[in-house]
């Protein structure tokens, strides 16, 4: 197999996108609540968006709930728009939740 150079001029962007989504579930009034509402989640916004969704924090707290949200594209816009749509799918969903805090960081590779 023959490698071939790879010119000096050809620039390869990648952008990545990272939401930190934190909310509150008002009605929830145990784990195994917050687990059913948090899969719901992941679940809908995985679909929809193909976007990678993680609980990242406040694992043991059961009205608490961070999830982290991340998107790979080449144009920058369009990773923010994704990220954005997904706040605010989640924000509006029928999930019986209350939306505390939102950070979008978008990296260029």
């Not at 197999?1 to 050809?10: A, D, G, R, T, W």
């Not at 809908?44 to 982290?68: C, I, M, P, Y």
């Not at 019986?96 to 960081?105: P, S």
Request: charged fraction near 25%; aromatic fraction near 10%.
């Amino acid at each position: 197999m023959k490698l071939y150079p790879v010119p000096q001029f050809v620039l390869y962007a990648m952008n990545v996108g990272i939401c930190k989504i934190k909310f509150r579930l008002p009605e929830n009034l145990s784990l195994k609540g917050k687990r059913r509402v948090l899969k719901s989640i992941t679940t809908q916004v995985r679909n929809k968006f193909n976007v990678s969704v993680a609980e990242v924090d406040d694992h043991d707290l059961w009205q608490l709930a961070t999830l982290g949200v991340s998107f790979v594209s080449n144009d920058k816009r369009f990773t923010n728009e994704v990220l954005s749509k997904t706040i605010t799918f989640i924000a509006n969903g029928r999930f019986g939740i209350e939306m505390l805090d939102c950070k979008i960081e978008i990296l260029s590779v």
